[in-house]
């Protein structure tokens, strides 16, 4: 499947898990799309094993509109930062208002619990955010990856090969009815 012409928003900031935003860049990327790093601030992130990456556009100043998908990177320190970023759960948020399909993995899907998205929706997730999920009205499950409606989840980054495949597949396939917030 190509992506060309479709563009990609990845957002993160320091402590992001390296390979859960790479692999999944690279997949996007092989295909076709344009990406775009988004963090909340700073010209550039670090993730916790050292892969430095240049910042496009803070979330303050990025709008869905721009994009056709978004990524969301697991690692601890990353999700919480986010979580407590309002622009940037304002951004994750407006790409279910927009029916736009969205991919997270590890700990990414706590920004997606502050945006209020994951009630009535199936997700995976690690397995720490299990509880967290299911209180915020979610239905976990264990698997490598779920596609629900354009939200596309993984585990960890013994994942990513299914993960980055559905990604594709789901951002191919344009906006997604069921994909709201």
């Known amino acids: 499947m190509t ?3 479709n563009r990609v ?19 996007v990327t092989a295909e076709g799309a344009s990406a775009t790093m988004i963090a909340p601030d700073g010209a550039a992130i670090t993730g916790k094993n050292g892969h430095e ?3 496009d556009l803070t979330a303050k100043d990025a709008s869905a509109d721009q994009f056709d998908a978004l990524v969301l990177p697991g690692g601890v320190v990353n999700a919480d930062h986010l979580r407590m970023d309002e622009a940037s759960i304002a951004l994750a948020r407006s790409f279910f208002e927009q029916h736009k399909p969205v991919g997270v993995i590890c700990h990414g899907a706590w920004i997606l619990i502050e945006a209020g998205v994951v009630d009535g929706r199936t997700l995976t997730s690690y397995p720490s955010l299990k509880t967290d999920l299911r209180n915020a009205g979610a239905s976990w499950v264990d698997e490598e990856v779920v596609v629900d409606e ?6 960890t980054p013994d994942d990513l090969p299914a993960f980055n495949a559905k990604l594709v597949e ?6 997604h009815a069921g994909q709201t917030a």
Do not use: C, Y
């Open 3 to 5: 992506l060309s012409g």
């Open 9 to 27: 928003a990845f957002l993160a900031t320091d402590g992001f898990e390296d390979s859960e935003l790479t692999s999944p860049w690279e997949a």
């Open 53 to 55: 990456q240049a910042v």
């Open 150 to 155: 354009g939200l596309v989840s993984s585990r």
């Open 170 to 175: 789901e951002i191919g396939e344009g906006k």
